[in-house]
């Protein structure tokens, strides 16, 4: 298996960098964001005391080394740990707000998990979180036609310490580079973004990302938690979450962890339905804020 570092730490200075002013942006600006350029920043959504607690609960946790790497290690599951503070982040209202309004829907909750990239950490390649068909990685699971992916980081990310990568609008490509199960080790295109401790980049599952290698001497804290609109489920059954293990959880989160199948289709739509709307706001230019 390749363990090269996706980016020389000698080519950081050259890197494309966002410049977004993430706090400017309006509800539907950071909607467009992620839209159209396939992911968004919101700033400062935990405070350094709920950073501290989280970071300690989750340093607790038995993370495992990944398989092409012994310096980034992770942990699935975080919610059937004794981490209260971060199972509180499932449900934090900023995002869930957020994702109400990009959505439109009930959220379902389809996976939470720890990562660390340690010093020498050579890089997430490029990929995409969505699998259409399933794969040996993510299972049936990833096939749900729409997911977004919350990266709560616990630790400024920074030029030298494994900041976020990705490939604005590569989500839109109808190209067969854009294969989502194409995997790159970088891009000419590539964008760096950065953020203070306590933000979250949110993904389209999508997009092509990944992230820069850990060129620094610190460690790089991420929880990363998945949510999908209640209709948009996989094309397969997925293994059933224990209904014991869901009822230990907080009641205010049980709902975001209903069942994983839940979907809402309707197969045998006729080409003319009866009562058919005459107005969509979530598919309206306007979502964007404008006409």
């Given amino acids: 298996m390749p363990t090269a570092f996706t980016n020389r730490k000698e080519s950081l200075a050259e890197a494309r960098r966002d410049t977004t002013d993430w706090n400017a942006l ?3 600006e950071q909607i467009r964001s992620i839209e159209l350029e396939g992911y968004v920043v919101l700033p400062d959504l935990l405070n350094p005391e ?4 989280i970071g300690e609960e989750l340093g607790r946790l038995p993370a495992k080394a990944v398989d092409y790497s012994p310096h980034q290690k992770t942990f699935s599951n975080v919610q059937w ?11 934090l209202p900023a995002m869930t707000e957020f994702l109400g309004d990009l959505f439109g829907d009930a959220l379902i909750c389809t996976s939470c998990s720890y990562t660390c990239a340690h010093p020498g950490h050579p890089g997430i ?3 995409t979180d969505s699998q259409p068909y399933g794969s040996k990685i993510f299972g049936v699971q990833a096939s749900s036609p729409v997911l977004a992916r919350v990266l709560f980081y616990l630790d400024d990310l920074t030029p030298e310490c494994a900041p976020f990568k990705v490939i604005p609008r590569s989500h839109l490509s109808l190209h067969r580079d854009g294969n989502p199960y194409n995997r790159y080790l970088n891009h000419p295109e590539e964008r760096m973004v950065t953020c203070r ?8 599952q999508k997009v092509f990302h990944g992230n820069y290698p850990n060129h620094s001497d610190r460690l790089r804290r991420m929880l990363a938690i998945a949510y999908r609109p209640a209709w948009a489920g996989p094309i397969g059954e997925v293994d059933e979450r224990d209904p014991e ?3 230990t959880l907080p009641e205010h989160i049980q709902p975001l962890f209903r069942n994983l199948n839940t979907r809402s289709i ?14 969509a706001e979530g598919i309206a230019p ?6």
């Fill in 26 to 28: 309006t509800r539907e």
């Fill in 50 to 53: 709920t950073l501290d607690t």
């Fill in 81 to 91: 740990t004794n981490s209260p503070r971060a199972i509180e982040a499932i449900a």
């Fill in 125 to 127: 390649v490029i990929h």
């Fill in 197 to 204: 401790a306590g933000s979250a980049v949110v993904i389209n």
């Fill in 245 to 247: 293990l869901v009822a």
């Fill in 266 to 279: 309707d197969f045998d739509v006729p080409n003319r339905p009866d009562n058919m709307r005459t107005n």
């Fill in 286 to 291: 306007s979502r964007w804020g404008v006409d």
